[in-house]
C-alpha cells in the first residue's frame, strides 16, 4: 500500500522520482484538461454557442469528463499527500492539505460540478468554474519559477507593506482633498469621500475613465500632481519587487 502511494505522488507532483514515462503523460494530460476548460469557459460565453444545441451539449459533455478527471485526481492527491514531509501525519497531514493554498485551488477546481446537484445558482456555478484556471499553479508546484515568486514575496514583505501602506496613506488623503476642491461643483460625482476614493484609484493608475474628472481649476491642478505622484508611489513595490527577483536569481545562479 506504502509503495503504491508514494508511487501514485511521485506521478501527481513530478516529483524527481518521476519525470519521465508515465508521470510525464500524466501531467501533459492534465495540463491539456485545464487549457481546454480555459477555452471552453470563454467560449461558453458567447451567446451563438451557448444556445446551440450541438455546442451546448459538447460543452455539458466536457464538463462531466473534466469533474471526473478532477474528481479522480483530487481523491488521490489527498490519499497520497502524506508521503510529502509536510503533510506526514496521517489524517492530520491530510488535513492540513486540504486547508493548504494548492489543496483549495483542487477543491474549487472540482466543487462547481456538484454544487447543480444542490440547485444552486448556474451564474454563480460558472463563476466558481473560473477557479479551474488557478489549477495552472497545481501544475507549477515543482516549477523553480513559483519557488523563486514565494521566496522573493517572502523576503520583501515588510518593505512592500511599508509602500502598500504609503500608496493607502496617499489614496485617503488625496480623494478627501478632491473631495473639499469638487463637492461645490460636482455635487453628484464627489458626493462623499468613499466616493471620491473611486476617482483616486483611478488616477494614481493612471487608468482615466473619463466618469470622474475635476473641472475646477485647483481641482485639475492638484488631480495632474497627484497623477505624478501615483506613477512615483507606484515605482516603490515595483522597485522591491525588481531588486528582490535579481538578488534571488543571482543567489540560485550562485548555487
Known amino acids: 500500500m506504502t509503495t503504491t502511494r508514494k508511487h501514485t505522488y511521485n506521478m501527481l507532483e513530478f516529483s524527481a522520482a ?104 448556474l451564474a454563480i456555478v460558472r463563476m466558481f468554474r473560473v477557479f479551474r484556471l488557478f489549477r495552472l499553479f497545481q501544475t507549477s508546484r515543482y516549477a523553480h519559477a513559483l519557488k523563486v515568486i514565494q521566496s522573493v514575496l517572502k523576503e520583501t514583505k515588510e518593505e512592500l507593506i511599508l509602500s502598500l501602506s504609503f500608496i493607502v496613506f496617499a489614496l485617503i488623503v488625496a480623494s478627501s482633498m478632491m473631495y473639499y476642491l469638487e463637492h461645490a461643483a460636482q455635487p453628484t460625482k464627489f458626493s462623499s469621500i468613499p466616493a471620491s476614493l473611486w476617482w483616486g484609484v483611478i488616477t494614481m493608475t493612471t487608468t482615466g475613465y473619463g466618469d470622474m474628472y475635476p473641472v475646477t481649476t485647483w481641482g485639475r491642478i492638484f488631480g495632474g500632481l497627484f497623477s505624478i505622484l501615483g506613477v512615483v508611489l507606484f515605482a516603490l513595490p515595483t522597485g522591491i519587487l525588481t531588486s528582490g527577483f535579481i538578488e534571488q536569481l543571482r543567489r540560485t545562479k550562485g548555487k
Open 18 to 121: 518521476g519525470r519521465r514515462g508515465v508521470s510525464l503523460y500524466i501531467n501533459l494530460f492534465l495540463v491539456g484538461i485545464i487549457v481546454l476548460n480555459s477555452l471552453a469557459i470563454v467560449l461558453h460565453s458567447v451567446p451563438s454557442l451557448s444556445r446551440n444545441r450541438f455546442y451546448d451539449r459538447l460543452f455539458l459533455d466536457f464538463e462531466v469528463f473534466s469533474a471526473f478527471v478532477f474528481t479522480v485526481e483530487y481523491v488521490l492527491r489527498v490519499w497520497s499527500c502524506v508521503e510529502n514531509p509536510r503533510y506526514a501525519d496521517g489524517w492530520r497531514g491530510r488535513l492540513r492539505y486540504l486547508f493548504s493554498f494548492l489543496g483549495l485551488i483542487d477543491l474549487l477546481a472540482t466543487l462547481p460540478f456538484y454544487l447543480t446537484a444542490f440547485g444552486v445558482d
